[in-house]
């Protein structure tokens, strides 16, 4: 992927990414500052800025992408298609065909689960998780587990955004993670 010029050159690409976020209050329930992140999506210079700094990051260090249902496909399949690899979505329950691993995680008033392929990693392959929320870590410690259970080894989390009070963070244990933009 070849570098874009923008008005944002001298900022950060944490910078890129603030600029463009859009708080929406008690959204999707009250009491929740949801933290809308389509204004980014819809630049494409800042877009191809965030993408470029994933890509750049994980350079021959990873094998596959890993998409976390919903926002996460958009950006791990940017990630994915600059650096020349495949993505694969790890989704909500029922929505893949054939034969999944199933991971149950906490949310604040009871329990969601997820799915992936059961063969959508070879054995030992690196993985690089990605979303576009840190928010309390359940959705992507059970990503992460969904990977290791499959044979495969998460060599990242990188995310857009990590709200860094809901401590999801430490719910990942030793894996590298990376926020872009921290709050």
């Not at 900022?11 to 859009?22: D, E, F, G, K």
């Not at 980014?40 to 992408?65: K, S, T, Y």
């Not at 030992?124 to 870590?137: F, K, M």
């Not at 244990?173 to 926020?179: I, K, L, T």
């Amino acid at each position: 992927m070849t570098p874009v010029a923008t008005p944002d050159a001298d900022r950060t690409v944490a910078q890129v990414v603030a600029a463009r976020l859009r708080d929406i209050p008690d959204f999707p329930k009250p009491g929740i500052l949801f933290k809308d992140f389509t204004p980014l999506l819809a630049d494409g210079p800042a877009f191809a800025r965030v993408v470029q700094d994933v890509a750049h990051r994980h350079a021959g260090q990873v094998d596959v992408v890993v998409g976390i249902e919903a926002r996460g496909f958009i950006l791990g399949a940017a990630a994915a298609y600059a650096l020349g690899l495949g993505l694969v979505p790890v989704r909500k329950v029922g929505k893949l065909p054939g034969e999944t691993l199933q991971e149950e995680y906490a949310l604040e008033y009871g329990t969601a689960a997820i799915e992936v392929r059961a063969d959508a990693f070879r054995a030992g392959q690196r993985v690089l998780v990605l979303d576009d929320v840190l928010a309390t870590g359940g959705t992507a410690a059970a990503t992460c587990q969904l990977v290791e259970r499959a044979g495969a080894v998460v060599a990242g989390v990188d995310v857009l955004l990590e709200l860094a009070s809901l401590g999801g963070r430490q719910r990942l244990g030793r894996r590298p993670v990376h926020a872009i933009l921290t709050v």
